[in-house]
T-cell receptor, first 118, second 112 residues
Framework: EAEVAQSPRYKITEKSQAVAFWCDPI?????LYWYRQILGQGPELLVQFQDESVVDDSQLPKDRFSAERLKGVDSTLKIQPAELGDSAMYLC????????????????FGAGTRLSVL | SQQGEEDPQALSIQEGENATMNCSYK?????LQWYRQNSGRGLVHLILIRSNEREKHSGRLRVTLDTSKKSSSLLITASRAADTASYFC????????????FGTGTRLLVSP
């Protein structure tokens, strides 16, 4: 069964360092999402891509976070510089296409990257 | 920001018992979805209910939706130890893009 691939699974870094996470969505999925999940809470959307274009980055802290999906396939999320409060699980998800019949598409999640900032 | 609250925050039951989790949300929706998350893993989609539906079944899962009260419930019947996980509701609003807004989750522990 096709899966969303994420790497690394775990990342430990010191504050002020740069970190990057990678996501490869399910083949054929046009929409890609990055979520941040703080321990004990539900995931919160950071950025959503439709193909290579950003369609929602309203919750992305743009002073330190950036995301790209240059060829409309895999994606990278970067944090520079990392802060203590960035410690969380970063989840990537994909879906076929997020427009049209909203009740048809469901999101498939990767296993996530657990980030610890020391 | 979270769309709403889930209740209870944690639930502990014995195998064979039923588990009921409730979700409340704040704005009108296109559909509501339930996801399961095993500890330290990603989320898995369980079931989707449209705003014009009141009840839906999938195996041992039963979901209800009351749009007048802006609430939903997930019932897991005859629970198993393997059902131990966190359960999240997520809403999709009537906008152009499929944006999921998650609740705070219920942690379910099923003891053998």
């Amino acid at each position: 069964e096709a899966e969303v691939a994420q790497s690394p699974r775990y990342k430990i870094t010191e504050k002020s360092q740069a970190v990057a996470f990678w996501c490869d969505p399910i083949s054929g999925h046009a929409t890609l999402y990055w979520y941040r999940q703080i321990l004990g809470q539900g995931p919160e959307l950071l950025v959503q891509f439709q193909d290579e274009s950003v369609v929602d980055d309203s919750q992305l802290p743009k002073d330190r976070f950036s995301a790209e999906r240059l060829k409309g396939v895999d994606s990278t999320l970067k944090i520079q510089p990392a802060e203590l409060g960035d410690s969380a699980m970063y989840l990537c998800a994909s879906s076929l296409r997020s427009t049209g019949n909203l009740a048809k598409n469901i999101q498939y999640f990767g296993a996530g990257t657990r980030l610890s900032v020391l | 920001s979270q769309q709403g609250e889930e209740d209870p925050q944690a639930l502990s039951i014995q195998e064979g018992e039923n588990a009921t989790m409730n979700c409340s949300y704040k704005t009108s929706i296109n559909n509501l979805q339930w996801y399961r998350q095993n500890s330290g893993r990603g989320l898995v989609h369980l079931i989707l209910i449209r705003s014009n539906e009141r009840e839906k079944h999938s195996g041992r899962l039963r979901v209800t939706l009351d749009t007048s009260k802006k609430s939903s419930s997930l019932l897991i019947t005859a629970s198993r130890a393997a059902d131990t996980a966190s359960y999240f509701c997520a809403t999709v609003m009537n906008t152009g893009f499929q944006k999921l807004v998650f609740g705070t989750g219920t942690r379910l522990l099923v003891s053998p």
